[in-house]
């Protein structure tokens, strides 16, 4: 079965979950939505409803996860409720679901695609290559699998590619949909959206989220 996983971008670009199947979520994400803003209130109300189950992943995916965002350099530009988020769908998938991580943030897409997971987002296309980041050390040249200072000289760390590859699609590009709810938020990630009620998805592969039906 088909169910979402959210992180905090989600919430902040005013994502509903109500009536959108099982969508689930982790502590995290709670953490980082900033106590009494709309986001977190719409994170209170989900939860108290049963529209929205926190759970967390296996120490099992998370070990993953760590090993994953390091080999593709991905590590430092992840928090701990970003890849507590792409742990808990590995353990999603592995129980025979089909999660869809919803997250605008880059790497979260980019660590998704390398593990095999889907993705989607509401405020852009999402990416269009996969990227194998090596952080390293301008001044002394030693690499490092993250870390913003080096440990030798104390020089700030950068990142450069170290591989890149186009995104493998079932469709050539991502589907923009439109779900028209009354009873739904407003997600408006666009001026030219602005004033119409809808979710605004892109979702990687032909997969369409519940609401949309099948393909």
Request: net charge neutral; with cysteine; charged share 25%.
């Amino acid at each position: 079965m088909r169910v979402l996983v959210l992180d905090t971008s989600a919430f902040i670009m005013g994502f509903n979950p109500s009536g959108m199947g099982e969508v689930y979520t982790v502590e995290d994400v709670e953490k980082e939505l900033i106590q009494g803003t709309t986001s977190d209130l719409r994170f209170q109300a989900s939860k108290e409803k049963g529209g929205l189950r926190v759970r967390e992943p296996s120490a099992r995916s998370r070990k993953t996860v760590e090993g994953a965002s390091g080999e593709t350099g991905d590590r430092g530009q992840l928090s701990s409720a970003d890849k507590s988020v792409v742990a808990l769908a590995l353990d999603l998938k592995e129980s025979g679901e089909e999660p869809v991580i919803v997250s605008d943030d880059y790497a979260v897409q980019n660590l998704a695609e390398h593990l095999g997971l889907r993705y989607g987002s509401l405020a852009n296309f999402g990416i269009a290559h996969k990227f194998r980041w090596i952080v390293y050390c301008p001044a002394c040249h030693r690499r490092y699998s993250d870390g913003k200072e080096c440990p030798v000289c104390g020089t700030d760390l950068r990142r450069r590619v170290l591989s890149k590859a186009r995104v493998t699609k079932i469709t050539d590009a991502f589907l923009r949909v439109l779900c028209w709810s009354s009873e739904s938020s407003a997600v408006n990630p666009h001026p030219l959206f602005r004033g119409l009620h809808v979710h605004y998805v892109n979702v990687h592969s032909s997969l369409f989220l519940n609401c949309f039906g099948e393909t």
